[in-house]
């Protein structure tokens, strides 16, 4: 039986890469992908807690379910405001588009 | 250690290593299937928690429709060679590696010595989508009727942004 500080303490790692990704990477895409990586993070301590937590319960999941489809609503509006952002500027780098930067 | 450990640290090394590629890559489309191998070991993991329901929906919403979404984004704008000059702001690297860092040392240290399940912990095996969809339906019906505007907002608010504008 795997103990939950395991699934914690990886889904604190996959979180902090994403974090790191969020911060430094300059292709927004990867940006977004981060944003991802650290979702699935978030979710791994959902089901964890859900499943071998102190107190087991389904509700974990239902939240996980919950977190699953905000995610698809921001990838989807997400990639179109990069497609819109491309158009507009002709780069992708997310240095490029700093207009609200004071 | 027995099989499900091996399982675990099998999936947890696919995760972690996946994820790391995402950054590390250089080809951008090299990096989105790293991502959709991160996302399927995930999967695995929830396979492996009894969650059979929320991997076969990890599977077909994050391995399947966002994968293809973000190879589509890819598609669309600039993938060949991309190469960004200098970063204009040095320091900026610098203090996210030590920013991020430190919040790792530090969840690290909070979870691995915590103690929270004293006794022998059993999984809950009961992740099937007959017991979700009682709890979806009984107690989250509004949040769920909520989260079908979202996704019908979501839908309708990327059409309009990601078209062309009119002459």
């Known amino acids: 039986m795997v103990s939950i500080n395991l ?7 996959l979180f902090c890469i994403g974090l790191y990704g969020v911060l430094t990477r300059r292709h927004l895409v ?25 107190v087991v319960n389904i509700t974990g999941q239902v939240f996980t379910l ?8 921001e990838v989807a509006v997400g990639l179109a405001i990069l497609i819109a952002l491309y158009r507009n500027k002709g780069s992708i780098d997310v240095i490029k588009h700093d207009l609200l930067r004071w | 250690m027995n099989t499900q450990m091996i399982f675990f640290l099998v999936f947890a090394i696919i995760a972690i290593a996946c994820a790391v590629l995402v950054m590390k890559l250089s080809r951008i489309s090299h990096r989105v299937v790293a991502m959709a191998f991160s996302f399927f070991a995930v999967a695995g993991l929830y396979f492996l928690l009894g969650a059979e329901f929320i991997g076969i929906i990890q599977i077909i919403v994050y391995a399947g429709a966002v994968t293809i979404l973000f190879i589509f984004g890819m598609m669309m704008t600039e993938h060949r060679n991309v190469t960004f000059g200098s970063h204009p702001r040095k320091a900026h690297r610098v203090l996210s590696f030590l920013g991020v860092g430190t919040l790792l040392g530090v969840l690290l240290y909070g979870i691995l010595n915590m103690d929270l399940a004293t006794k022998e912990p059993t999984i809950y095996e009961k992740g ?15 949040p769920l009727i909520g989260m079908g505007f979202l996704l019908t907002a979501a839908l309708i608010g990327a059409i ?8």
């Open chain 1, 30 to 54: 990867i940006v977004l992908a981060s944003v991802e990586l650290m979702l699935n993070a978030v979710n791994i301590n959902l089901v964890a807690f859900s499943s071998i937590g102190p």
């Open chain 2, 160 to 167: 309009v942004i990601a078209r062309k504008e009119a002459k």
């Open chain 1, 7 to 13: 699934y914690l303490a990886l889904a604190a790692i």
């Open chain 1, 66 to 73: 919950f977190v699953i489809s905000v995610a698809a609503a």
């Open chain 2, 128 to 142: 099937t989508a007959h017991e979700i969809g009682l709890e979806l339906y009984g107690n989250y019906v509004v």
